[in-house]
């Protein structure tokens, strides 16, 4: 069970309102913690707050030590369309160009209607005078209310983005298709980012017919849209049953059909630079995390961001879902809540001042590495580039120790394992348990201790179950987002991973 530290720690207790997921509610207590009772228990006696909703500010103000809220404030500048459109915008304007070419041309409506006028009739009708096909969509709606369109007539006002359509998307099938990627931001003063290595690809029910833009169920993947059509339940072409698979199928596939898969994988560093956009705006928040689900759809093997997803869908409607979400739920905590019980590590002191002394080594060997070797902590963007010089010097610094018991196991301790633990093996399969690395001793025996945020840490673990650490992904970059966020210098090393 997940019990505060100590000999004789008690369970851990969770707060819910009605908007928290089932998912999460069952996970938890799966996991041995209890379910705070409004009435029977002490006001400030809980150690998560999980819901759907934002928290208002007054709650973080009162926030306690030993307690965590699963949204920090202003996260909605990257969830809502239009607030990211306008970080993005003023990202590429203050540190160049190029930044923004993983989204589709995009116009924040009313105001940049004179703009997208002038871009509309600007691109010349194709074969029989059929004008581009655009994409209209409501700033804060999850998949209603969206609108493909060739004539401008057909714009409607209200708050809404308008986005150039993907005229040539990845078909399985003939079927349209796009990537839910979980990513936690553990903090963002200081920046720490975990990418989920689970994840779904999500389906259209009906072939794509450019010819009939007003057929929803062959233009969108929501799952909210896709479930209701006709031809959700038939078995489909390659698809098969349903509108959802598991990532880890999705990439099996590509391989089978002789598609590079690592390379898309290697090009899904879009995370980064979006959280990058709102980052410096954020007011500071203690003890806090977000979940994020970003939606990608892929191009001739080239990732654009569609949108990012506050309180990503933890609904479970098929056997993709139930792969995926409880996983994902587990390992959610013990990246954000338990990795930060474990604060106390067993390593050397610097000095009087008692400071830990955790080698930028550490962080090296979760990022770049020997070219041709990939390890089972690699993540999405550390593939991307191998240039390690000196492994050596790495594996003097790692530690390497036994596996411990993996996230999703529920009869599972908060404390035991001592010092950084890196799994060796391969890659685990889509039915494998994950393996989490952050382990230390904590002492004390009141579930109300302080939990120091994990992105507090001197170097970030590197993995906690299927979560994996992409930023800081090296020494500039964790130098970089530590002492304030030098969102140039970032940039200018993101530049230079690209190219390598």
């Given at each position: 069970?997940?019990?505060?530290?100590?000999?004789?720690?008690?369970?851990?207790?969770?707060?819910?309102?009605?908007?928290?997921?089932?998912?999460?509610?069952?996970?938890?207590?799966?996991?041995g913690w209890d379910k705070f009772e409004q009435g029977g228990q002490d006001v400030e006696d809980w150690n998560l707050y999980w819901r759907a909703s934002s928290v208002r500010m007054a709650k973080h103000a009162n926030i306690k030590p030993w307690q965590r809220l699963n949204h920090p404030p202003g996260t909605t500048r990257l969830t809502r369309k239009d607030h990211l459109a306008r970080h993005l915008r003023h990202m590429k304007t203050t540190y160049g160009a190029a930044l923004d070419e993983f989204?589709?041309?995009?116009?924040?409506?009313?105001?940049?209607?004179?703009?997208?006028?002038?871009?509309?009739?600007?691109?010349?009708?194709?074969?029989?005078?059929?004008?581009?096909?655009?994409?209209?969509?409501?700033?804060?709606?999850?998949?209603?209310?969206?609108?493909?369109?060739?004539?401008?007539?057909?714009?409607?006002?209200?708050?809404?983005?308008?986005?150039?359509?993907?005229?040539?998307?990845?078909?399985?099938?003939?079927?349209?298709?796009?990537?839910?990627?979980?990513?936690?931001?553990?903090?963002?003063?200081?920046?720490?980012?975990?990418?989920?290595?689970?994840?779904?690809?999500?389906?259209?029910?009906?072939?794509?017919?450019?010819?009939?833009?007003?057929?929803?169920?062959?233009?969108?993947?929501?799952?909210?849209?896709?479930?209701?059509?006709?031809?959700?339940?038939?078995?489909?072409?390659?698809?098969?049953?349903?509108?959802?698979?598991?990532?880890?199928?999705?990439?099996?596939?590509?391989?089978?059909?002789?598609?590079?898969?690592?390379?898309?994988?290697?090009?899904?560093?879009?995370?980064?630079?979006?959280?990058?956009?709102?980052?410096?705006?954020?007011?500071?928040?203690?003890?806090?995390?977000?979940?994020?689900?970003?939606?990608?759809?892929?191009?001739?093997?080239?990732?654009?961001?569609?949108?990012?997803?506050?309180?990503?869908?933890?609904?479970?409607?098929?056997?993709?879902?139930?792969?995926?979400?409880?996983?994902?739920?587990?390992?959610?905590?013990?990246?954000?809540?338990?990795?930060?019980?474990?604060?106390?590590?067993?390593?050397?002191?610097?000095?009087?001042?008692?400071?830990?002394?955790?080698?930028?080594?550490?962080?090296?060997?979760?990022?770049?590495?020997?070219?041709?070797?990939?390890?089972?902590?690699?993540?999405?963007?550390?593939?991307?580039?191998?240039?390690?010089?000196?492994?050596?010097?790495?594996?003097?610094?790692?530690?390497?120790?036994?596996?411990?018991?993996?996230?999703?196991?529920?009869?599972?301790?908060?404390?035991?394992?001592?010092?950084?633990?890196?799994?060796?093996?391969?890659?685990?399969?889509?039915?494998?348990?994950?393996?989490?690395?952050?382990?230390?001793?904590?002492?004390?025996?009141?579930?109300?201790?302080?939990?120091?945020?994990?992105?507090?840490?001197?170097?970030?673990?590197?993995?906690?179950?299927?979560?994996?650490?992409?930023?800081?992904?090296?020494?500039?970059?964790?130098?970089?987002?530590?002492?304030?966020?030098?969102?140039?210098?970032?940039?200018?090393?993101?530049?230079?991973?690209?190219?390598?």
């Open positions: 069970e997940d019990r505060a530290p100590g000999p004789a720690g008690k369970p851990l207790v969770f707060r819910v309102d009605d908007s928290t997921p089932e998912v999460v509610q069952s996970v938890l207590l799966e996991r989204v589709p041309l995009t116009f924040v409506m009313p105001n940049d209607y004179s703009k997208f006028v002038a871009e509309y009739f600007r691109q010349k009708p194709g074969a029989g005078g059929a004008r581009s096909c655009w994409i209209c969509k409501p700033a804060e709606a999850c998949g209603r209310g969206i609108l493909l369109f060739r004539d401008i007539k057909d714009l409607f006002d209200d708050a809404y983005v308008v986005q150039k359509y993907i005229r040539n998307p990845l078909l399985v099938g003939r079927y349209k298709c796009n990537l839910r990627i979980y990513a936690c931001v553990t903090g963002f003063q200081p920046l720490t980012i975990y990418i989920y290595q689970g994840g779904s690809a999500r389906f259209a029910t009906e072939k794509v017919d450019l010819g009939n833009l007003r057929n929803s169920h062959a233009h969108l993947t929501n799952s909210s849209i896709s479930k209701c059509g006709a031809s959700y339940v038939k078995v489909r072409e390659v698809v098969g049953h349903g509108c959802k698979w598991t990532l880890g199928r999705f990439f099996s596939s590509l391989r089978s059909w002789d598609v590079d898969d690592l390379l898309l994988r290697q090009k899904i560093n879009v995370v980064i630079l979006t959280v990058l956009a709102i980052a410096p705006s954020l007011p500071v928040a203690a003890n806090c995390f977000e979940l994020f689900g970003f939606d990608i759809l892929v191009d001739n093997l080239k990732p654009w961001l569609l949108e990012v997803n506050f309180s990503p869908a933890l609904s479970i409607d098929c056997s993709a879902d139930a792969s995926v979400k409880r996983k994902l739920i587990h390992d959610t905590i013990e990246l954000t809540y338990l990795c930060g019980l474990r604060n106390e590590r067993a390593e050397p002191r610097d000095g009087a001042k008692g400071r830990r002394s955790v080698s930028l080594a550490k962080l090296h060997a979760g990022g770049l590495s020997k070219p041709g070797s990939v390890r089972s902590s690699e993540s999405l963007l550390q593939r991307t580039s191998r240039t390690l010089k000196d492994e050596s010097a790495v594996k003097k610094a790692l530690k390497i120790g036994p596996e411990n018991k993996h996230a999703s196991q529920p009869r599972e301790m908060a404390s035991g394992q001592k010092g950084l633990l890196l799994s060796t093996k391969e890659p685990p399969g889509p039915n494998a348990p994950p393996v989490h690395v952050a382990q230390s001793v904590v002492r004390g025996q009141d579930r109300r201790l302080p939990v120091r945020p994990l992105a507090q840490q001197q170097v970030p673990g590197l993995q906690a179950g299927n979560f994996v650490l992409i930023f800081p992904f090296y020494e500039a970059t964790f130098g970089a987002s530590r002492n304030g966020l030098n969102v140039r210098s970032i940039i200018q090393e993101l530049r230079k991973l690209m190219k390598s």
